[in-house]
């Protein structure tokens, strides 16, 4: 329960704008492990992040990278929580060995540029980097003006350490597709490893305005601005904020995984509530949308998604995906349960019909007859009432809500 009072209050602060003090609470959260700990580790790396933003805009390098590094080690790459939770939840991987596996099967006479940089980033990475370059020049010299091969060839000569060559060719990456992130950012690599940082922080500065979400640029960033705060010519370091979209393919690997995973969702559910819920569960939302494309007669999924929506106080959206999932499988007790209450306040007709359906069908629970006592009463049906709540006492003997309920229709 500690770790779940830690979570409430780290997230309070970091909504506060209170980043460190955030970090020290969500620190002692993520040790608990499962879905509140890693959302606990996503919310800490945020904060790292934030964090770093302000010392930025203090002047404060050294203070930048640490936290940047933080960040980094927290989150990895990207600061996306479509990204994060695909990747912790291993959902990520397989589309991109069948991926590997297509590329290392590409034919060049099609001449395509992207499939041709693919090809040569698969055989660099066994190890084959002449055959990489072979195949880079090549088709080169087709498509010269192809940034996506002049990228591919500066990386293939940067990890063989002929920096000079690799940093001619992100030049010309950078020419060839001025709002490429990557260009920018190995050319600006290959400038501090020359010494010329303030060149470096330039193409670094561009490539983390174009990849807000990359923490490792942002932590490169502040590393070689760091560096050249010692030269004789000013170096400024500007942090932008987090305000990225989710990506797209991590959306769809977390749709296949909350298909085939039924109790992701409830764990995510039974967080604690906080000031993360919009960006949480609209992300949980969207991802649920997608599962649904593609397995559209899934009650289970329909339901689930009427759960994520009522934690959005989307009652209505919650409620059409309850009744498609009883329209699928009218036998859903607790579709069927969840419908009623979320008809009770705009509909209590049509909730003591639901409610009392699930119960013939085999949700004899108590809170379902504390609901039904509830709308009775509400109805004028002091007798149905109490019946709904001695019964629900018969169940569960602890039940506070039905005995109150019953001391004040005895009173």
């Not at 540029?113 to 088709?139: C, K």
């Not at 990849?211 to 960033?221: F, K």
Request: charged share 25%.
């Amino acid at each position: 329960m500690n770790n779940r009072h830690d979570f409430a209050r780290g997230i309070r602060l970091y909504r506060q704008g209170m980043y460190r003090q955030a970090k020290t609470e969500l620190t002692n959260a993520s040790a608990t492990g499962g879905v509140l700990g890693r959302i606990a580790r996503y919310y800490r790396g945020r904060a790292c992040y934030e964090a770093a933003v302000g010392l930025a805009r203090q002047g404060d390098l050294a203070g930048t990278q640490a936290y940047l590094g933080r960040s980094a080690g927290l989150l990895g790459r990207s600061s996306d929580l479509a990204v994060y939770l695909a990747r912790a939840y291993g959902a990520v991987g397989r589309r991109r060995r069948a991926e590997a596996k297509l590329n290392a099967a590409a034919d060049l006479s099609h001449g395509d540029p992207n499939i041709v940089a693919r090809l040569a980033r698969t055989q660099a990475r066994d190890g084959r980097t002449v055959e990489a370059m072979m195949t880079l020049r090549a088709a080169l010299r087709e498509h010269p003006d192809a940034a996506e091969l002049h990228l591919q060839a500066g990386l293939v000569l940067s990890r063989q350490g002929r920096l000079s060559e690799a940093g001619e060719h992100f030049r010309r990456a950078c020419e060839c597709d001025c709002c490429s992130a990557p260009a920018h950012r190995y050319l600006g690599l290959c400038k501090a490893a020359e010494g010329r940082c303030a060149e470096a922080v330039g193409h670094l500065s561009r490539a983390h305005a174009l990849r807000p979400h990359d923490i490792v640029c942002a932590y490169e960033l502040a590393s070689v601005a760091r560096a050249a705060a010692d030269r004789p010519y000013d170096c400024p370091l500007r942090l932008q904020p987090i305000v990225t979209p989710s990506d797209s393919n991590s959306l769809r690997d977390l749709a296949e995984f909350v298909t085939a995973e039924s109790d992701f969702v409830g764990a995510m559910l039974s967080l604690p509530p906080s000031e993360i819920d919009s960006e949480l569960f609209s992300l949980l939302s969207a991802v649920m949308d997608l599962a649904l494309e593609i397995h559209e007669r899934y009650a289970d999924l329909h339901y689930r998604q009427a759960l994520i929506l009522r934690r959005l106080d989307d009652h209505e959206g919650a409620a059409g995906h309850a009744r498609r999932a009883l329209e699928i499988n009218g036998r859903y007790v607790q579709a069927r349960i969840l419908l009623g209450k979320l008809l009770v306040q705009t509909d209590p007709a049509a909730a003591i019909e639901q409610l009392t359906a699930a119960v013939t069908l085999g949700g004899d629970y108590a809170d379902v007859h504390a609901e039904l006592g509830g709308l009775y009463q509400a109805a004028g049906d002091t007798d149905k009432a109490r019946r709904a709540w001695t019964r629900a006492l018969e169940i569960n003997h602890s039940f506070t809500k039905a005995s109150d309920a019953l001391r004040r229709l005895a009173a």
